[in-house]
């Protein structure tokens, strides 16, 4: 029997080191692998690069390593809501990789699928495609790293030509997920909003560390209900249904 379980989610990130590279689940706070990022907080491991949607906001999700500066590059789609992220970025403290979302979301399908690279037409005629986007600021406020330009290549689809650029996928060191259930062989079901970003970045990881939040023997799941095989998945990490779940917009209906 393969039983992935690990007993801690200090445990499961012990062995993540200095400048590895991580693919982190979750979108806005919904889905945020949260024990999995207090636990890699509290080691100390430093000099990240991390792919991810966004980067949490300023005291939650990916935000707590932002703040005690452990993260070198962010690859996301999403940076409005941390003023801290703003303040590093500005200041050519952290390199940034904005890439538009359902291209980020296909560059981790694509590493976790054996593809290394595909063409899209998302970006084509943008600083996306062309270059000159900053990654990295200097302390005087000039650019210095800028996004290359991309191979853009014309492509008959439908029987209508179009431009199309060319992407690279994403493979990262590991992967840190959060799912509402799983088993010990590593078969994940995620909860409504919580299924974002967080198959994607499971894929993406060459070991993928999943926390969840109900631990069940394997064959209590109907087949047709696992949003993510357990062959992706290395190690998983029960953390109880009452861990903590924040919520970036609370709104109520007039009345209420």
């Known amino acids: ?13 012990a062995d993540i080191p200095d400048g590895a590279s991580l693919a982190v689940g979750g979108f806005g706070l919904s889905g945020n692998p949260i024990a999995l990022i207090d636990a890699l907080l509290a080691q100390g491991t430093t000099d990240l690069s991390i792919v991810s949607n966004n980067c949490g906001v300023d005291d939650w999700g990916l935000g ?37 979302q359902g291209t980020l979301a296909e560059k981790l399908r694509a590493g976790g699928s054996g593809i290394a690279a595909f063409y899209t037409q998302t970006g084509v005629g943008t600083q996306v495609a062309e270059g000159g986007l900053p990654r990295r600021y200097a302390a005087d406020g000039s650019i210095a ?44 079901v995620f909860n409504k909003a919580a299924r974002n970003f967080n198959p994607l970045a499971a894929m993406a990881g060459r070991v993928c560390i999943a926390q969840v939040e109900e631990l069940v023997e394997p064959g209590e799941f109907d087949p047709d209900t696992v949003h993510l095989p357990g062959v992706y998945v290395h190690r998983i990490v029960e953390v109880g249904t009452d861990i903590d779940k924040r919520i970036e917009r609370r709104t109520v209906s007039e009345g209420a």
């Open 1 to 13: 029997m393969i039983d992935k379980t690990i007993p801690t989610a200090v445990a499961a990130v």
């Open 64 to 100: 707590v390593l932002l703040n005690a500066k452990r993260i070198r590059k962010m690859t996301s789609s999403y940076v409005g809501e941390n003023k801290e992220f703003e303040r590093q970025f500005l200041s050519g403290e952290l390199e940034l990789e904005l890439t538009p």
């Open 145 to 188: 790293v800028a996004s290359p330009a991309k191979d853009v290549r014309t492509f008959a689809l439908g029987g209508r030509e179009g431009e199309y650029v060319l992407e690279d996928a994403i493979v990262t060191d590991f992967s840190l997920v959060h799912a509402l259930r799983g088993d010990r062989h590593g078969n994940l």
